[in-house]
């Protein structure tokens, strides 16, 4: 079956703790994304990367870093700088990014806490 | 930066249709999307207009968009207690580089 994989779904950090989510998607697509999700509010983007090797910062990128080593693969990294990380973190893929008919798929989503 | 807008909340009667608003403000935006998130999950995209259409069907589900209003709504027909969810409202803009979402209807269905 292809798909997103996200894991963990769930994910505890200590206070100057760095914790990387993985994203794993076997559908063969050039975009993947990160959002961020709070409740009451819709999905922000974190970060972005239309091909291997090349990522953006989204709206809210600070305190988050990222890499795309392979197309497959699109980890997070949520960083100490991060001071209110707590959030569901969800990722999404496209099979292109640049075009007008873009559909977002998306995986199950990871949640965060801080202990 | 444009924005989604939507109501937070709606309940419903099972059977009876449910209507989910949302208006946007980019004009060049060429998609709209619907999304459903259940509980503790991710997104899953439910149907998607082109901005030359006035109207789509697929089963239960009415997209219709006035696109001189920016106004896009989603009808679901003979509502069930598994269309409980957050329904999200998306427009792609700057030729997908951007997917903006709006804040999400929580839609109750009550028995």
């Known amino acids: 079956d292809g798909g997103i994989t996200q894991s963990p779904k769930y994910l505890f950090r200590k206070e100057g703790q760095n914790v990387t989510l993985s994203c794993e998607q076997n559908?063969?697509?050039?975009?993947m994304y990160w959002y961020r999700q709070d409740p009451g509010q819709g999905l922000r983007l974190i970060y972005y990367?239309?091909?291997?090797?090349?990522?953006q910062k989204g709206d809210i990128a600070e305190g988050y870093s990222v890499s795309r080593e392979k197309k497959e693969s699109f980890p997070l990294t949520v960083t100490s700088a991060q001071k209110n990380p707590t959030a569901f973190y969800l990722c999404?893929?496209?099979?292109?990014?640049?075009?007008?008919?873009?559909?977002?798929?998306f995986g199950s989503g990871t949640q965060l806490s801080v202990l | 930066g444009e924005d989604v807008e939507q109501s937070l909340f709606l309940s419903v009667r099972e059977g009876d249709s449910s209507v989910i608003n949302c208006t946007y403000t980019d004009s060049s935006s060429t998609y709209l999307y619907w999304y459903k998130q259940e509980p503790g999950a991710g997104l899953q995209l439910l149907t998607y207009i082109f901005s030359n259409m006035d109207m789509k069907q697929d089963q239960r589900l009415t997209v219709l968009l006035n696109k001189k209003d920016k106004h896009l709504s989603l009808r679901i027909a003979d509502t069930q207690t598994g269309d409980s969810a957050i329904y999200f409202c998306a427009e792609n803009e700057n030729y997908g580089q951007n997917f903006v979402f709006g804040p999400g209807t929580r839609l109750s269905v009550l028995p």
């Open positions: 559908l063969n697509h050039d975009a």
């Open positions: 999404a893929s496209s099979a292109r990014a640049g075009t007008t008919n873009e559909k977002l798929f």
């Open positions: 990367s239309q091909i291997v090797n090349d990522f």
